[in-house]
C-alpha cells in the first residue's frame, strides 16, 4: 500500500498547521491578560489596605477602592459616562448591589463634604467595594 501527498495537500495541511498554532496562541495570550489583570487589581486592592493603617488615610482608602471599582468597569466594557452609569450597567452581575452604590455614594460625600468617618463606615464601604470587585472577577476564586 503506498501513500502518496501531493504539493497542493501539503500546502493545504501546512496552513492548517499554521491556523492552529495562531489560535492557540491567541487563547493563551487571552488566558495570560485575564489572569494577569486578577492579579493586577488584587495586588493594587493589597496596596490600597495598608492605607487602613491610619485614620489619617481612610479616605484615601475609600477613594483608591472606588477608583479600582471604576477601573474594572471600564475593563468589563459597562456602558456609561461617569461611575453611576456604570454601576447601574453591572447591577445585575453585582451580589450586593446596594453595597456598592453606599461605597460609591460614601466616595461622593468625601469630595463633596470633606466629612469625618467612622470606622464602620469604612469598613462597610471597603466590604461593598471588595464583594462588587470579586463579583467582577477582579480577584482569583479564593478571593485573592
Avoid: C
Amino acid at each position: 500500500m503506498s501513500f502518496h501527498l501531493d504539493k497542493q495537500t501539503i500546502e493545504v495541511g501546512a496552513a492548517v498547521l499554521v491556523l492552529l498554532v495562531m489560535i492557540g496562541l491567541g487563547v493563551l495570550v487571552i488566558f495570560s491578560r485575564k489572569n494577569k489583570n486578577r492579579s493586577s487589581y488584587a495586588v493594587r486592592w493589597k496596596e490600597n489596605q495598608k492605607l487602613l493603617a491610619k485614620k489619617e488615610t481612610w479616605k484615601d482608602a475609600v477613594l483608591g477602592a472606588d477608583k479600582l471599582l471604576d477601573d474594572m468597569l471600564k475593563h468589563r466594557h459597562f456602558k456609561g459616562k461617569t461611575m453611576g452609569e456604570r454601576l447601574v450597567s453591572a447591577q445585575h452581575e453585582l451580589s450586593a448591589n446596594d453595597s456598592a452604590w453606599f461605597s460609591h455614594k460614601l466616595r461622593n460625600k468625601i469630595d463633596a463634604d470633606n466629612m469625618p468617618l467612622t470606622k464602620a463606615e469604612v469598613k462597610k464601604a471597603l466590604l461593598g467595594f471588595w464583594q462588587a470587585l470579586k463579583d467582577l472577577g477582579a480577584f482569583k476564586k479564593d478571593g485573592k
